[in-house]
């Protein structure tokens, strides 16, 4: 049984990697069969035409009983060698004026023979194939004359020596019986080898040279080649074939991140808390795109709401509040994740701040239309208290009560020494009395080390990795970077996952809805929120990693 679920889960593995690669196989299938058919359409067409030969016994070996004699396989076979020989070559090239190509073989397991030649027209290729028959033919004639004639002058030879032992036996006056019976003896010889020569004679005057045109070479009516159906089917399978094979090098060499198992095994173990689709309709994605915002019932707007409920069964509403996302590199959606879910979950009824800390590429606030300054290194190079700063600086988003923005402000030159210093933590645990939720958007992992200082700030970190883009190594050094800081995901977001033959983002986004969405009842039913800290009143216990920082 479990062999048996072994092979097919491999075969469910092939297909899987088929399915993946099926442009590969597609491709090189059809570049094959175009290929061969255009190869066909400028090759010069030949034209075949065959004669057909009979291989009968040589009327030299008839033996002297009359008895008929067969012929053999292994005869057969020899006319056949004899065919394509040097003499009979020659014999052709002389009645054509040039050197014929044919080709001979045996029809099934039968005494005829099929001579076939090809020429660039019908008439020379019946010319060639009927010429080349009647030159074998009548060079096995010639063959078989002479040795008729060899054996009947060795039998005429025969003969005489018998007449002239008998002339002094016959001339005697008074024989003996001894002589008479040495007469009779000699005279049985003479007899029997005059009834050779005269069946010698008789083979010599029908067929001598044991073959025997039965069908001459028509004219062929259409060409032999190129066969344009005949190439087509075998270049498709070919083409199938190294299809298939490049179809498993390319999967071999793939070095990227696709599957839902990949993520998390790659993630030491970390869930993928949410699969987003990606959005055909997102082509540039330097452009920010609000999702939840222009379509609040698309897939992936479902995917936001599906990673919004994982974080809450993960535990952070109450210890894990400040969450930074980030990813391994860059360009690879960590951005549009941090804003689309501070969007759903500011929908929900939740107060959430979005922090933009990525001080070396902020695009946070262009997500908002909002600009970036002032905003987090205002209140971190500014002086003062620190939360009437932080009340100055936030924004809050005005199509989405309760969601407010904390940009980055002016760029420093120096982002990781800021954001390691004790006012980064002190800003943090601050935000964290009044909202909910915050969510830090900082820079990739691999490049600098400004999201490994987050990391040890917060509470969770949410790991972002675009499907298709993100290579393993990429994964994995991130993980060992995150390790370094004693830390790990909380979760992983699989980004602009496409439909694959692989386990885990492969989902069928089919959801459709009929409600019609109403931005300014939504807003009614949530309530207003503010933007700044004034009226906000602190919400449940800090996460225990910012309890650290803060003491």
């Known amino acids: ?73 292994t005869d057969v076979l020899t006319d056949l060698q004899l065919i394509m020989g040097a003499p009979v070559k020659a014999k052709a090239e002389k009645g054509l004026g040039f050197s014929p190509e044919v080709s001979a073989s045996e029809v099934g397991e039968t005494n005829v023979i099929d001579l ?38 060795q039998i005429q030879a025969q ?58 070479a028509a004219l062929p009516t259409s060409p032999s080649s190129p066969k344009t159906l005949e190439n087509a089917g075998i270049a498709l399978v070919i083409g199938l074939l190294v299809g298939i094979g490049v179809a498993f090098a390319v999967e071999y060499f793939d070095d990227k991140v696709y599957t839902k198992d990949d993520a998390e095994r790659l993630c030491g173990g970390a869930p993928v808390l949410a699969i987003v689709p990606k959005i055909k309709s997102w082509k540039k994605t330097n452009r920010p795109l609000i999702i939840t915002e222009i379509d609040p019932f698309s897939p992936a707007t479902e995917s936001f709401r599906s990673l919004r409920t994982s974080l809450q069964f ?28 501070g969007m759903v979950q500011a929908r929900a009824g939740e ?49 989405c009560p309760g969601l407010a923005i904390l940009g980055t402000g002016s760029v420093p030159p120096n982002p990781a020494e800021l954001l390691g210093s004790e006012k980064s933590a002190e800003i943090f645990n601050i ?25 040890g700030l917060s509470d969770a970190v949410l790991m972002v990795i675009m499907a298709g883009k993100t290579t393993k190594d990429e994964v994995e050094r991130a993980i ?20 694959r033959g692989g386990v885990g983002a492969d989902y069928a986004y089919g959801y459709s809805y009929k409600y019609r969405y109403s931005p300014q009842r939504t807003n009614e039913m949530i309530g207003k929120s503010h933007g700044n800290l004034n009226g906000l009143r602190p919400t449940s216990v800090r996460g225990p990693r910012a309890e650290e920082a803060r003491s």
């Not at 993960?314 to 549009?336: C, D, M």
């Not at 971190?380 to 600086?393: A, M, N, P, Y």
């Not at 909910?436 to 999201?451: E, F, R, T």
Request: charged share 15%; hydrophobic share 40%; aromatic share 4%.
């Open 159 to 216: 003969i005489t020596s018998i007449d002239s032992q008998l002339a002094p036996l016959v001339g005697q006056k008074s024989p003996t019986a001894a002589t008479t019976a040495e007469i009779s003896a000699l005279t049985s010889q003479q007899t029997a080898l005059q009834e050779q020569l005269t069946q010698l004679q008789l083979a010599g005057s029908q067929t001598p040279g044991g073959i025997e045109v039965t069908s001459l």
């Open 116 to 153: 076939t030649a090809t020429a660039n027209t019908p008439g020379l290729a019946a010319k060639i194939a009927n010429t080349y028959a009647r030159a074998f033919v009548g060079y096995q004639r010639t063959n078989a004359l002479n040795a008729l004639t060899a054996a009947e002058s």
């Open 480 to 499: 060992e970077l995150l390790n370094q800081v004693e830390t790990k995901p909380i979760g992983v977001v699989l980004n602009r996952a496409v439909r």
């Open 1 to 73: 049984m479990a062999e048996l679920e072994a092979s097919e889960t491999n075969l469910r593995t092939y297909l899987q990697v088929l399915r993946r690669h099926i442009n590969w196989v597609i491709a090189l299938t059809l570049l094959a069969v175009v290929g061969a058919m255009a190869y066909s359409r400028i090759e010069k067409k030949q034209y075949s035409a065959t004669a057909e030969l009979l291989a009968q016994p040589a009327s030299g070996t008839v033996p002297i009983s009359g008895t008929q004699q067969t012929i053999s396989s």
């Open 431 to 455: 935000l964290a009395e009044f909202f909910d939720i915050v969510l830090i958007d900082s820079a990739p992992l691999l490049p600098v080390a400004d999201a490994q200082i987050l990391a």
């Open 351 to 399: 107060r959430v701040v979005l922090v933009s800390c990525d001080l070396r590429r902020p695009r946070l606030g262009s997500f908002f239309g909002l600009p970036e300054s002032p905003g987090f290194t205002s209140v971190l190079l500014g002086h003062g208290d620190v939360r009437e700063q932080l009340s100055s600086v936030l924004q809050p988003v005005p199509t």
């Open 314 to 341: 993960a535990g952070h509403s109450q210890t894990r509040k400040t969450i930074v996302v980030t990813s391994p590199a860059g360009v690879e959606g960590k951005t549009s994740t941090a804003a689309n879910l």
